[in-house]
């Protein structure tokens, strides 16, 4: 399983980027997929995570109502929509595969493939 992120980059806080990640030696329903985030100096925390058979979406309190994670199967890759982006959203992004997903989308956790970051950088 390969992952590749991409589509980080600066932008000022109310703006917009939308995250790719490209998948590769995997069908996209063979897992739950996450996004996760690590800011300097913090730990790395789950931003979103999604089944890409059904409505099953977690979404970190902080994200709810800007953040939408979504995916393409027929290109394998995955996505997440970041709007009214703050100062706080500042992070490296990573993408996930295998994760643990719950049936009611409350917890998400222990990601079992890890693709490369990319950098969000949220400043004015």
């Known amino acids: 399983v390969q992952l590749q992120a991409s589509g980080g980059g600066s932008v000022q806080p109310g703006g917009s980027l939308r995250l790719s990640c490209a998948t590769s030696g995997v069908d996209l329903d063979q897992y739950a997929y996450a996004w996760f985030r690590e800011a300097p100096g913090k730990e790395r925390e789950v931003v979103s995570c999604?089944?890409?058979?059904?409505?099953?979406?977690f979404y970190r309190d902080s994200v709810k109502g800007r953040f939408t994670m979504s995916n393409d199967n027929a290109n394998n890759t995955l996505y997440l929509q970041m709007n009214s982006l703050k100062i706080e959203d500042t992070a490296v992004y990573y993408c996930a595969a295998g994760v643990f997903l719950n049936s009611r989308g409350t917890y998400c956790a222990s990601p079992g493939y890890w693709g490369q970051g990319t950098l969000v950088t949220v400043s004015s």
């Open positions: 999604m089944n890409t058979d059904d409505d099953v979406r």
